[in-house]
């Protein structure tokens, strides 16, 4: 037996249809679009509703809730933890084993630490490689464990500064509109990806050129070679023939490699979410405007009376935008029958507590 929200136009004790998530009204002349509107309030969820108008009262920035920041985004105290500790492990052992690295050096201290960075973002520019047996096992262990670091804690960091620095994004181009925090998060909601993009993409252009100015004035390259340097960095090519090379380049680029790589890859994973969701959009946009037939009629008629209410066609929508599948469909439905004691096909409050008492 299927739910209440599933079946067809319910009976009355008369034999009269009823229609599907009616309810009763003061005035029989309300139109249709006052309904559509209470029914678009009652699918509202209530915490996001609390959570506007907390946002509301307040003229600072919005802030995502203490619960969520820590279910979505690691703590910036956990990571600093972690990159501190993965350094100074680092750079303890390879200070020790200094005199088994070959290359050009500048400071003991400085070199293991910025050998460290260079073989954490696999840049490698070849100009400390390591000289022995011991050397070369340290760097490939530090090497997957810094490539872990980076891409399951530090990107996720990132991630969540982006997000940051969008909402200054948003407020900046509404300036003049002066949009309140509602309409802020709506646009952040509908634009997020697109927001992310652009301010990506703005941080990855100011670190390029911070990254060639300082090479072209402390490491004394050309504009050309300091640009080759910045490029093949970031996208850790390491090509090696232009590095840093001064002790005063090697504490820039322990700071810098380490954003420039992180920035370039979250630039690159926004753009991949961008296009995933002009596509996804696009196919919304495509099963919205297109025609039924009776052939998506009798698809969506899901307890075959030869009708479709207003949930089995939400239901059937959904399903041909990829939103939901069957077996998303087949496993609610179990959890409703779990919850239905009585098995009349609605839920009531005596049916949550016999369901939790058993």
Same mark, same amino acid.
């Given at each position: 037996?299927? $739910?209440?929200?599933?079946? !067809?136009? !319910?009976m009355d004790a008369n034999?009269?249809? #009823?229609? +599907?998530?009616?309810? $009763?009204?003061? !005035? $029989?002349? =309300?139109?249709?679009?006052?309904?559509?509107?209470?029914? %678009?309030?009652?699918?509202? !969820?209530?915490? %996001?509703?609390?959570?506007?108008? #907390?946002e509301a009262n307040l003229n600072g920035p919005i802030q995502p809730s203490n619960s969520i920041l820590r279910n979505l985004h690691p703590s910036f105290k956990r990571v600093a933890i972690i990159l501190v500790f993965y350094l100074g492990i680092g750079t303890m052992c390879f200070y020790l084993v200094r005199n088994e690295i070959d290359g050009e050096k500048t400071?003991? +201290?400085?070199? @293991?630490?910025?050998?460290? &960075?260079?073989?954490?973002? =696999?840049?490698?520019?070849?100009?400390?490689?390591?000289?022995? @047996?011991?050397?070369?096992? +340290?760097?490939? @262990?530090?090497?997957?464990?810094?490539?872990? &670091?980076v891409g399951l804690i530090l990107s996720r960091a990132a991630d969540y500064l982006v997000e940051k620095q969008e909402i200054l994004l948003v407020k900046a181009l509404h300036l003049r509109n002066k949009v309140g925090p509602t309409e802020m998060l709506k646009e952040i909601e509908t634009n997020g990806v697109r927001y992310k993009c652009v301010t990506a993409f703005i941080l990855l252009l100011l670190l390029i050129v911070a990254g060639t100015t300082f090479l072209a004035l402390i490491e004394n390259l050309d504009i050309v070679d300091a640009f080759y340097c910045v490029c093949s960095t970031i996208t850790t090519l390491g090509y090696g023939d232009k590095s840093f090379s001064t002790e005063g380049g090697r504490i820039f680029a322990v700071f810098w490699i380490l954003t420039s790589t992180i920035c370039l890859a979250q630039f690159f994973l926004y753009i991949a979410e961008l296009n995933t969701e002009n596509r996804q959009r696009a196919l919304v946009k495509w099963v919205l405007s297109r025609r039924m037939t009776n052939v998506d009629l009798e698809a969506a008629d899901l307890d075959n009376d030869g009708v479709v209410g207003a949930a089995e066609f939400i239901i059937y929508k959904l399903k041909e935008m990829g939103k939901i599948s069957q077996e998303d469909i087949s496993l609610i439905l179990e959890e409703f029958d779990d919850l239905d004691v009585d098995q009349s096909g609605t839920l009531s409050g005596s049916d949550i507590t016999l369901a939790q008492s058993s």
């Open positions: 037996m299927l $739910p209440c929200f599933l079946r !067809s136009p !319910s034999g009269v249809k #009823q229609p +599907l998530l009616s309810k $009763p009204f003061n !005035s $029989p002349r =309300t139109d249709k679009k006052e309904l559509k509107r209470n029914r %678009l309030r009652r699918c509202k !969820s209530a915490p %996001l509703a609390e959570a506007v108008l #907390q400071n003991d +201290l400085f070199d @293991a630490v910025y050998f460290c &960075i260079v073989t954490m973002t =696999t840049v490698g520019y070849g100009d400390l490689v390591p000289g022995s @047996a011991l050397t070369k096992l +340290l760097a490939c @262990a530090f090497v997957f464990s810094g490539m872990a &670091i």
